[in-house]
């Protein structure tokens, strides 16, 4: 097939390029080229994807079997890329995201037919704008919605909330400081291993079977975030963390930002129901459980020790609400 991919350096896109090559698939990706180099055997085209002109020009006359786009936003991304690609894709494959689904959550259990909604995130709505544009818009273009859910990889180990980077959080933990764990840490939450995800997605290119519909691709495994606390402290050689439990409700009335992430993602038990993509793609399996790709991570981080970077705001805010807290106990 030919493939192309837009952005093709971040968390998700870097496990998908990987991918779609080693299947053996021909591969343009579409960025900036503001990022790091892209692997041998990729076509690089230059140019801005949500600039129309400067995507025109970058595909010239160029025509795809599938289109991933992992940089449409809202709904006048998804319009854009209509347009320019109506009559030279044979698939749209639009990235989505789990935060979609409705909250609060009707049911813990989340399959692709669950309803969307999300009062507390303005990313997670105009998701859902993208994705309703695709849908009214596409004419005659096959499509599919891809929908992840806290996928990472080798370069970072992701945490609850953090402000710049989330290396923070478990510099706390290293160094023995409390950190804060939103509600009383015993909801569930996915964490997804990229090269897991990736599978799940190579695996819709040209796949009859996932044409006009929506399919999340994530972990099978759901563990509370005192859990994941803990595993990554063991990780990481630090012990036993000192988390100090801090409603969602209030950490998002001390930053609007943290309503979105917490109350309108993380702070919701959910499950998710994989059954479709399973069905899909017999060699998905999600198999790389949280412990086992943290400490991968953790290897790749000790090796590269500039990705350990700081969050002095991170910081200060953790050390002010773990002080207020402690005070009212």
């Not at 698939?91 to 935060?99: E, G, I, M, P, R």
């Not at 695996?203 to 929506?214: D, I, K």
């Not at 993380?266 to 400490?295: C, H, M, Q, Y």
Request: proline share 5%.
């Amino acid at each position: 097939m030919r493939v192309l991919l837009t952005g093709g350096t971040g968390t998700i896109s870097r496990a998908v390029v990987a991918r779609v090559l080693a299947e053996g698939h021909s591969l343009s990706v579409l960025n900036r080229g503001n990022r790091e180099p892209l692997p041998e055997g990729v076509e690089h085209l230059v140019g801005d994807v949500r600039d129309e002109a400067s995507l025109r020009d970058a595909l010239g006359g160029r025509e795809f079997d599938a289109v991933v786009q992992f940089l449409a936003f809202d709904g006048e991304d998804v319009e854009r890329d209509l347009r320019v690609l109506a009559g030279r894709a044979g698939q749209y494959v639009l990235v989505s995201s789990c935060s979609t689904y409705l909250k609060p959550l009707p049911h813990h259990v989340v399959t692709e037919d669950s309803p969307q909604g999300n009062p507390y995130s303005a990313y997670a709505r105009d998701k859902i704008a993208g994705e309703e544009a695709l849908r009214a818009g596409a004419g005659d273009l096959p499509w599919t919605i891809v929908r992840p859910s806290h996928t990472y990889g080798e370069r970072t180990i992701p945490t609850n909330f953090h402000f710049g980077n989330p290396w923070a959080a478990w510099q706390r933990v290293l160094d023995g400081k409390p950190v804060i764990v939103h509600g009383d840490g015993e909801s569930l939450w996915t964490f997804t291993w990229n090269e897991d995800f990736a599978v799940g997605l190579v695996g819709l290119l040209g796949n009859e079977g996932a044409l006009g519909r929506a399919v999340h691709i994530t972990s099978d495994e759901s563990i509370t975030w005192n859990r994941a606390f803990r595993t990554v402290a063991g990780v990481i050689g630090a012990g036993e963390p000192d988390l100090v439990h801090v409603p969602s409700a209030t950490l998002g009335a001390l930053r609007e930002d943290l309503e979105a992430a917490l109350l309108g993602d993380k702070a919701a038990t959910i499950v998710f129901d994989n059954t479709l993509v399973k069905s899909l793609v017999p060699a998905f399996d999600a198999r790389t459980t949280w412990a086992e790709g943290v400490a991968r991570a953790w290897e790749w981080m000790q090796a590269h020790p500039d990705s350990r970077r700081p969050d002095p705001a991170y910081d200060v805010f953790c050390d002010d609400v773990i002080a207020r807290v402690r005070a009212w106990a």
